[in-house]
């Protein structure tokens, strides 16, 4: 069964924090995502990676970075966590980027 | 620019009766095409897509969609719905010039017994 899992479920992290969200696949794709998902805004493209130590910014880059070491590895960096950075991060992965994208369950992330 | 509208936030429907989710594009271009669910705690998963040929689209769990070039639309359809249907539902167009999905805001299906 493919597979896309993140690190956590739910985090907790106060404003002015590094954060760091992981997100791991096993199914050999080339292309990795995240994406932010709030109420009424639907999800949003934070970043993408099309191959190992390649990323290209999506709609809403500001405030993110990532990092691709590996190629089952996709990691989301809050270099210093906002109240606005509150929401749903949803990771995925496809092996095209217009192909079936397979998403992780989430990661709940609430800044105080 | 591209752009996808889901025109209904919330629908209630009672088991057993008929679906359609509706959703419009903006898109110049021939479109790729998706439709997904998100059940409650759960990341998304593909119910189906319009790449080209047939307009009519069969998915998984008995969905399936029909592509209308001339209305910009590829609205989801489900003859008769069952309590596990209930989800969010999210619509949305692949942009080949850029390799990214443009998704629409989401329709909430609430299924009455």
């Known amino acids: 069964d493919v597979k896309v899992t993140q690190s956590s479920r739910y985090l907790v992290k106060r404003t002015g924090e590094k954060v760091f969200l992981e997100c791991v696949q096993d199914?050999?794709?080339?292309?990795m995502f995240w994406y932010r998902q709030d109420p009424g805004l639907g999800l949003r493209l934070i970043y993408f990676?099309?191959?190992?130590?390649?990323?290209e910014k999506g709609d809403i880059p500001e405030g993110y970075s990532v990092s691709r070491e590996k190629k089952e590895r996709f990691s989301l960096i809050l270099e210093s966590a906002s109240t606005n950075q509150t929401s749903m991060y949803l990771c995925a992965s496809s092996f095209r980027p217009l192909n079936e994208q397979f998403f992780g369950p989430g990661t709940r992330l609430t800044v105080l | 620019a591209q752009s996808v509208t889901q025109p209904d936030i919330h629908i209630t429907v009672s088991e057993g009766a008929s679906l359609e989710l509706r959703c419009n594009y903006s898109?110049?271009?021939?479109?790729?095409l998706f439709w997904y669910v998100q059940s409650p705690g759960q990341g998304l998963q593909l119910l189906l897509k319009?790449?080209?040929?047939?307009?009519l689209v069969q998915g998984i769990k008995g969905f399936e969609a029909e592509f209308k070039r001339s209305q910009s639309s590829f609205n989801l359809r489900k003859p008769s719905v069952h309590w596990s249907d209930a989800a969010e539902y999210f619509c949305a167009v692949g942009v080949i010039s850029t390799d990214k999905l443009i998704f629409g805001t989401g329709t909430r299906l609430q299924v009455f017994p």
């Open positions: 319009y790449f080209s040929g047939d307009t």
């Open positions: 199914m050999d794709h080339e292309n």
């Open positions: 898109y110049g271009a021939t479109p790729y």
């Open positions: 990676s099309y191959d190992v130590k390649m990323k």
